[in-house]
C-alpha cells in the first residue's frame, strides 16, 4: 500500500538518529525551524543537513553546512528541493515506510538481544560493514549511553552475528535503521527481530530503497511518500 503523505513523525525521528550518530562523534548540529543542519561535516553515510518540513528550501539547509570541500549532503525529506543548481547532484531517491502500531509484532527470533558493551558493539559494527574498519568506526560508543537508541543483533549459537538493526525513540515513534543480514540470513530473519525489539504501542518507521524495500513492505510496512539525498559535487 502507498500513501502519499510523508509523515513528519518520521522525518523528525530520522533527523533525531542523525543527531545522535554526531553527538557520539562529539558534534551535535543544530535543529531550526525548517532543518536540521551539522556546521561540521558530518560522520560516513550521514547527511549534514536533513529538511524537516515540506516548506524546507535551499537556504534553509545550505546556510548551516560545511561545504568548503566537496561531500556534504542534504537528505531532502520531501523530495522538493531542486539542489542541482547550487551544484549538488542526485545520489538517490528512496521511500519513507510506516508500521501502524496496532499490528502484531513478529516473535523474535531465537538469540535476538540488544547489544550492551563497546566490545559488543564493536563486533556488531565489522558484522554490518562486512569487515570494512573504517566504516564500523562510524558506531561510537557513545550511542550505547543514549537512552532513546537501542543496538540489537541476532546472534548463532556459536555466536556468529547474523543480523542487526539499530532502534531509536524520537517524536513518537520508533524508527528503524542499518538494519542487515550477514551471509545468506534472509531479510525477513532481520526485520522479525527488529520489530520484536521495538517498544509496543508505537508505530515503526525507517525508509529503504531497490531491493531492501520489498523485505520491509512484506513485514508489514506501507511507503508513505518519497525522499531524496543530494550530495556536493
Not at 513478529?106 to 573504517?134: F, M, Q
Request: proline share 9%.
Amino acid at each position: 500500500m502507498i500513501i502519499d503523505a510523508v509523515p513528519g513523525d518520521a522525518v523528525r525521528n530520522n533527523a533525531a538518529w542523525c543527531q545522535a550518530v554526531c553527538a557520539a562523534h562529539g558534534h551535535p548540529g543544530t535543529f531550526g525551524p525548517r532543518a536540521w543542519t551539522s556546521a561540521r561535516r558530518t560522520p560516513l553515510y550521514y547527511p549534514d543537513a536533513v529538511t524537516l518540513t515540506e516548506d524546507a528550501d535551499a537556504t534553509d539547509v545550505l546556510t548551516g553546512i560545511d561545504r568548503t570541500t566537496p561531500g556534504a549532503s542534504v537528505k531532502d525529506s520531501y523530495a522538493r528541493l531542486d539542489l542541482a543548481a547550487e551544484g549538488f547532484r542526485l545520489l538517490f531517491e528512496a521511500r519513507w515506510i510506516h508500521r501502524p502500531a496496532g499490528l502484531p509484532r513478529p516473535p523474535a527470533p531465537a538469540g535476538w538481544h540488544p547489544v550492551r558493551t563497546p566490545e559488543a558493539l564493536a563486533a556488531w559494527a565489522l558484522a554490518w560493514s562486512d569487515g570494512d574498519a573504517d566504516e564500523a568506526a562510524l558506531f561510537r560508543p557513545g550511542l550505547l549511553a543514549d537512552p532513546a537508541t537501542t543496538v540489537v543483533g541476532g546472534y548463532a549459537a556459536d555466536g556468529r552475528i547474523l543480523g542487526g538493526a539499530v532502534l531509536s525513540d524520537a517524536a513518537g515513534v520508533t524508527g528503524v535503521s542499518n538494519l542487515f543480514t550477514a551471509g545468506d540470513t534472509d531479510p525477513s530473519y532481520a526485520w522479525a527481530g527488529a520489530l520484536a525489539a521495538a517498544p509496543g504501542g508505537r508505530p515503526v518507521v525507517g525508509y529503504e530503497s531497490g531491493d531492501d524495500l520489498a523485505p520491509a513492505l512484506a513485514a508489514g510496512f506501507e511507503e508513505t511518500g518519497p525522499l531524496r539525498v543530494w550530495l556536493d559535487a
